[in-house]
């Protein structure tokens, strides 16, 4: 709880009211924590900004427990730790256990029923994967309406998988890369009030003066797990060409992201790495030109045996090339249902959406 809490409430003169389809759920959003330079420039502060009933209301954070104003909706009440702003090592062995799944893109209810019946978190949305891992292969950005739910939640995750022992990988998909460098085409309706509200364009909500832009700039692009490499879109034989490591790539993918496309294009390994055949774009795997052969070479220049990726829609957790890749986007996004993978001790599961479990 806050000792204090100093409120604003700013009324803003909208140009009419909510469209038709827009319901009272739009009217509520946040928070966003963004961070205030002091004259000292040593010492910074933090304030939280809400959407409550179309109104904006701010307070100066002076503990790490945001509470939420009152008649503010049900939305994120987060506690907030640099712990997950720390730069995590992108290769683990000896992992006993590791759930995995991609492509949320806002669909908080769908994704949150699914960690549940899976027993992946608890009745309260806590984590209960105790010492395991959990990979998401990017794409919580974009299309859906429920975006800095999914965001806080996985934050929260973060903070909880870490003090249990386990680890969350969160990945960064080609969408997250989009809406921090400017490109907004996918962002939901419901996003332009902030906004507008807060004077910020939707990428500079998530800039690196933010808690959640500063904690998504921390993370890996690509992560190795035992005998097992994920990443949003997958490896390319140009990777190998290139003879990149992932160490090297999750360091220009961390320094680059939120650098506007035109600027990228103009650099050859950036644009490789960002678009095209890169890591989070890539859907080569699904297309009848590729081969077993071709496939074989890159698990070879990694040492690995499975390659896990997101990205290119499928209806359920799908393994191909005797499981060699495995397919997780299972199409959260719809907002209906969605599966998830699960590795324990080197068996492959498919998660169902009822709770049931298939061997891949």
């Known amino acids: 709880m806050l000792k204090a809490l100093l409120y604003t409430t700013v009324l803003v003169g909208l140009s009419g009211q909510l469209s038709a389809n827009e319901t009272s759920h739009y009217q509520f959003d946040g928070p966003y924590v963004i ?26 954070v002076s503990q790490h427990s945001l509470k939420r104003p009152e008649n503010c909706g049900n939305l994120p009440e987060p506690l907030l730790t640099d712990d997950v702003k720390q730069v995590m090592p992108d290769s683990y062995d000896g992992v006993k256990k590791v759930v995995a799944l991609s492509d949320v893109h806002g669909q908080y209810d769908v994704l949150i029923t699914l960690l549940k019946n899976q027993n992946i978190i608890d009745a309260d949305n806590n984590w209960a994967f105790g010492d395991g891992h959990m990979v998401m292969t990017g794409d919580m950005f974009d299309r859906g309406d429920q975006i800095n739910e999914v965001l806080w939640f996985m934050y929260k995750l973060d903070r909880q998988a870490k003090a249990a022992g386990g680890m969350l990988h969160l990945l960064m998909g080609n969408h997250e890369q989009m809406v921090l460098g400017g490109d907004l085409r996918y962002v939901h309706e419901r996003y332009d009030l902030a906004s507008k509200l807060l004077n910020r364009s939707n990428d500079a909500l998530y ?5 959640i832009g500063q904690w998504l700039r921390s993370k890996n692009t690509l992560v190795k797990i035992n005998d097992v490499l994920y990443m949003h879109g997958g490896i390319s034989n140009e990777w190998l060409e290139r003879q990149l490591t992932i160490a090297e790539a999750n360091q220009l993918f961390r320094a680059n992201i939120g650098r ?6 103009q650099d050859d390994l950036l644009s490789f790495l960002f678009y095209g055949n890169g890591p989070t774009w890539y859907r080569g795997y699904f297309s009848d030109a590729f081969t077993e052969a071709e496939l074989d070479k890159i698990l070879s220049y990694f040492d690995v045996n499975h390659i896990t990726v997101g990205h290119t829609s ?10 060699k890749i495995i397919a997780i986007d299972s199409s959260i996004k719809l907002g209906e249902q969605g599966e998830l993978l699960l590795i324990h001790e080197g068996e492959l599961t498919r998660g169902l959406y009822d709770g049931s479990r298939q061997s891949l």
């Open 314 to 323: 499928q209806k359920q957790v799908l393994g191909l090339f005797d499981n």
């Open 260 to 265: 506007p496309k035109a600027e990228l294009k």
């Open 35 to 60: 961070q205030d330079k002091s004259a000292v420039q040593s010492a910074s502060q933090q304030t939280a900004y809400w959407i409550c009933n179309s109104k904006l209301t701010s307070y100066q």
């Open 207 to 211: 800039g690196e003066d933010t808690e």
